[in-house]
């Protein structure tokens, strides 16, 4: 039961760390890719928190009982897939909608072009936010059916948040580079789904494989970060 | 309850974004600061959280909490002021000392967002209690609630510093959410408590003007009372003025003009006679009358000087003054200028009278098209090809603003010249006492494509010239001009540029913050 509850905190940790560094490296990516980055960083935060609130009510609506553990699992590799695919989502969605409106001959001054590149990109955003959003009300049910009586969740939770917040300027953002943080990030959020697994009396079968298979092509990213890079530029420019 | 959730959340994230605010643009950091600040309030959430679960907490009131908060919330901005005033007077030195100081100093401040982190942890344990109690267990309504707050509170802190141009006035929006909650939690709305808050609101609004009185001191201490020696009517005055003697003082100098835009916070300083005005842009300096001459013509004339061709067709990034495009309409080869200035605010400032006497109307002229944008996105969405290409950006000492000092921005440039087109940008090419020499720039722009590079410098301020096919040779030096070359340093082995997905600071030089 220790070690059940162990790996639950120890995963709220690692979620709230990604949560906040996935709005963090939004607002970068965003800045890149729609300009204006002083504007750019309020509004990421306030859609980003906007769809948090979406998620958390949304949690709200799921089956009660065991499948919200499940749940959880899901959501954890949905976002261990999206946080390391967010550069790749934008900047191929970005040139191909390029290549479209260049094919259509879709003149950049009529704001088509503008208006796909935001969607695609706060779609991207939405998503991630919403995932996160459903996050601590399911943690917290997870902590209540292992027989937890105070909550350790939500304080986990804001504790970690602020680690990944001090973290992203320094350690992300001028340190590993927006490249290399995407894939760490995702491959947290895969280590955090292998813990999940192991919530509980027996460890839920099939999502031990998925976290770590995440993982593994997260670290195989951030390895390869040099050449993912010069893609991704071509692809861009 | 809804509404006192909704509020809690509103007023705390007012709060904190408010904060963030501020020590961004005191510290001209917004990445770090911004981080930092939300971190650090989360931090305290979370204390506060962890705290109000011990069973000693179990009685402390909601009503409390929210009076704390109303409080942190009303006196944080003078507190931030009043410090920020002491230390430009009796600890700053334009040196590099001084910008260590200030971190610590704004580092310390990060008690602020602690200690509001900290309430607000008690006040959402508190909230979620009473919750339980009227709704059962249901933390995904709880959240959903707070996080419509928090969502509204991102937008007001932007929309009211452009509406009402005010830094402070979020504050004492935040703090009388709290305000209004702690009246409901000690009485209901409806009686005699009702025209209580309307005098508090009323409270609210005097204190706005006095913050207002202490931004003008602040800026006034930041502008006019700095390390000199100056002679004023047959007085010599030895500065910076102490504290006291400064409070009085300060009455004999101008207002400071201050604008916030969407972008950026602009700043008109006019001297005592006010003759000449200076302009800055987030504490920056950008201007001179007295100096700007010197500035823009070196900018405008060495560079085709040196590529020897007469441009018919110019790409100027910022400088939404006027000021350099006024000299490039002096060379009658100049067919078409494209200037791209990210703030409207400048641009209107620009076409106002008191910066077109100074910038002849150049805005104004056939020649002159004129796009509000960001350059990132115009460079990136645009194919149009042009002879020179002139950046006059805010030169981003810290980590913000790299993305148009990035290999791929230069890169984009690349392909908006001409054949034997250059670009010429102002950068600080000696970095004072901290040392660098600005090799990270250089490498950068080798890595777009632009093998060489040259200096030249005018009057204290250096610039960069560079192309890809252009000429290189700098003209004989002439004492008329006083623009010389300069020599730029040899980019070393392994020097990594800055990279649009992984940044690097261009040098590290003296702050004059």
Not at chain 1, 86 to 109: D, H, M, N, T, V
Not at chain 2, 151 to 171: G, K, M, R
Not at chain 2, 287 to 309: D, N, R
């Amino acid at each position: 039961m220790r070690k059940s509850m162990g790996f639950l905190y120890g995963a709220t940790l690692l979620i709230a760390y990604c949560s906040i560094s996935y709005e963090l490296l939004l607002a970068q990516y965003l800045s890149v890719l729609l300009g204006n980055s002083i504007h750019r960083f309020t509004s990421t935060l306030g859609i980003y928190i906007f769809s948090l609130g979406v998620g958390a009510w949304w949690a709200g609506h799921l089956k009660e009982g065991g499948a919200r553990h499940r749940y959880l699992l899901r959501i954890e590799i949905a976002l261990s897939v999206l946080g390391m695919g967010i550069p790749f989502y934008l900047f191929g969605s970005e040139a191909l909608i390029r290549s479209f409106c260049e094919w259509k001959q879709i003149p950049f001054s009529s704001g088509i072009s503008t208006s796909l590149i935001w969607v695609v990109a706060h779609g991207l955003m939405v998503s991630i936010g919403f995932l996160s959003g459903m996050e601590v009300p399911l943690l917290m049910d997870l902590e209540k059916a292992q027989g937890g009586s105070t909550t350790w969740v939500l304080p986990l939770d804001y504790l970690s948040s602020f680690l990944g917040a001090v973290s992203f300027p320094l350690v992300i953002y001028l340190g590993m580079g927006l490249l290399s943080g995407s894939a760490m990030v995702g491959v947290l959020n895969g280590i955090s789904a292998w813990m999940l697994s192991r919530v509980g009396s027996e460890p839920v079968p099939g999502y031990t494989r998925w976290g770590i298979g995440l993982s593994g092509l997260g670290v195989l990213l951030w390895v390869f970060e040099g050449a993912s890079h010069g893609w991704l530029m071509r692809v861009f420019l | 309850m809804f509404s006192s959730l909704f509020l809690a959340s509103y007023g705390s994230l007012l709060f904190e974004l408010s904060l963030a605010k501020v020590f961004s643009l005191l510290s001209d950091d917004g990445v770090l600061w911004e981080s930092l600040t939300i971190g650090v309030f989360l931090f305290g959430i979370g204390l506060g959280v962890l705290w109000g679960n011990r069973s000693s907490m179990q009685s402390i009131s909601l009503a409390s909490v929210e009076k704390y908060l109303f409080f942190i919330g009303l006196g944080s901005y003078p507190l931030i002021e009043f410090i920020h005033i002491y230390y430009r007077i009796y600890l700053f030195g334009f040196n590099a000392h001084s910008f260590w100081i200030l971190r610590g100093i704004l580092g310390a401040l990060e008690f602020l967002p602690l200690y509001g982190g900290v309430l607000t942890g008690l006040e959402v344990g508190l909230l979620y209690r009473r919750h339980t109690e009227i709704s059962g267990h249901r933390p995904s309504m709880f959240f959903c609630l707070y996080e419509f707050g928090a969502v509204l509170a991102a937008y007001t802190v932007t929309s009211v510093s452009y509406l009402c141009n005010s830094d402070s006035l979020p504050f004492l929006l935040g703090a009388l959410c709290h305000g209004w909650i702690y009246t409901q939690m000690k009485r209901p709305f409806w009686g005699l408590w009702k025209w209580k808050l309307a005098c508090l609101a009323l409270g609210i609004i005097g204190l706005e003007g006095g913050n207002r009185w202490m931004e003008q001191w602040q800026l006034k201490t930041f502008y006019y009372n700095q390390p000199q020696v100056t002679q004023r009517d047959g007085r010599v005055f030895i500065q910076p003025f102490g504290l006291w003697e400064w409070v009085w003082r300060q009455k004999e100098y101008p207002a400071v003009e201050r604008l916030h835009s969407h972008y950026q916070v602009l700043d008109l300083v006019s001297d005592t006679e006010g003759k000449e005005w200076a302009l800055y842009l987030n504490h920056h300096f950008q201007l001179s009358t007295e100096t700007e001459y010197a500035y823009h013509h070196a900018l405008a004339a060495y560079p085709m000087t040196v590529a020897h061709i007469a441009p018919k067709t110019i790409l100027v990034l910022g400088a939404g003054d006027g000021f350099l495009v006024r000299e490039l309409l002096k060379y009658p080869s100049v067919e078409k200028i494209v200037l791209v200035e990210l703030d409207p605010a400048m641009l209107e400032w620009a076409k106002g009278p008191r910066f077109s006497a100074r910038n002849e109307h150049s805005l104004f002229d056939s020649r002159v098209e004129v796009v509000a944008e960001d350059a990132w996105w115009w460079v990136r969405h645009h194919t149009e090809r042009f002879d020179a290409i002139l950046l006059d950006f805010p030169y981003p000492y810290g980590s913000d603003g790299l993305r148009l000092y990035s290999t791929e921005f230069f890169s984009f440039l690349r392909h908006h010249l001409q054949p034997r087109g250059y670009i010429a940008l102002d950068v600080p090419l000696w970095l004072g006492a901290s040392g660098g020499s600005n090799e990270v720039l250089l490498a950068t722009l080798q890595a777009a494509g632009f093998p060489h590079s040259l200096g030249f410098q005018s009057g204290g301020e250096t610039f960069l010239y560079t192309g890809v096919d252009c000429a290189m040779e700098p003209p004989p030096w002439t004492k008329q001009d006083m623009i010389t070359p300069i020599e730029l340093p040899s980019v070393s082995e392994g020097t990594r540029g800055n990279h649009l997905l992984h940044p690097r600071v261009l040098g590290f030089p003296d702050r004059l913050l």
